[in-house]
């Protein structure tokens, strides 16, 4: 079973000037990944990342800082608009990884998947982490190429090479997530 994965497609990360004008293509490219997924039956799960106020759930560097990001409730909190998110499932997670502090690795043998799609936000970060720690759970990993951005495309680049060489988790065009889809 494979199961999407759509990570951070959420306001705040589209306030990168890196990210900002990617945000149309990206979401496009999401729409079409959760419709054929839904459309052939196989899970689709949106990740968001949210934090409280009162910093019980902030990161080391936002503790540093003593700068919050994405509050639970806040405009930054929500999907971009158009991703279209109607009934799916939601995760929050409050790291990087989607698999720490969070029932993700339940949900995904509840549904009996083995092989996972990764797509949003950023490949260097959430999506990376994500990906190492999917590995790490013996799940493989496909990362959906249009599907997925960073406002630091050269860390993207850089990650991306040593996860699909180290771990043997390909880019691939959604055409072809599209017709591993028909195989199932």
């Not at 990087?96 to 995904?108: C, E, P, Q, V, Y």
């Not at 699909?164 to 072809?176: A, G, H, K, N, S």
Request: aromatic share 8%; net charge negative.
């Amino acid at each position: 079973m494979i199961a999407l994965l759509i990570i951070d497609m959420q306001n705040a990360y589209f306030e990168d000037p890196g990210l900002a004008p990617r945000r149309e293509e990206l979401v496009r490219a999401c729409n079409r990944l959760i419709s054929d997924f839904t459309g052939k039956g196989a899970k689709v799960l949106l990740v968001g990342t949210e934090h409280e106020r009162d910093k019980s759930t902030w990161s080391l560097n936002m503790l540093e800082d003593d700068q919050g990001f994405i509050f639970r409730g806040s405009d930054q909190a929500d999907f971009v608009p158009g991703l279209e998110v109607d009934g799916l499932p939601r995760l929050v997670k409050t790291r990087d990884s989607a698999f720490t502090g969070t029932d993700l690795i339940a949900r995904l043998r509840n549904w009996g998947a083995e092989e996972l799609v990764l797509a949003g936000v950023a490949t260097h970060n959430c999506i990376a982490q994500t990906a190492a720690d999917a590995f790490a759970h013996n799940f493989r990993v496909i990362y959906a190429e249009e599907a997925m951005a960073s406002g630091n495309e050269r860390a993207a680049a850089d990650m991306l090479r040593i996860l699909t060489d180290e771990y043997r988790q390909p880019v691939l065009p959604t055409d072809d997530i599209a017709k591993r889809l028909d195989a199932i």
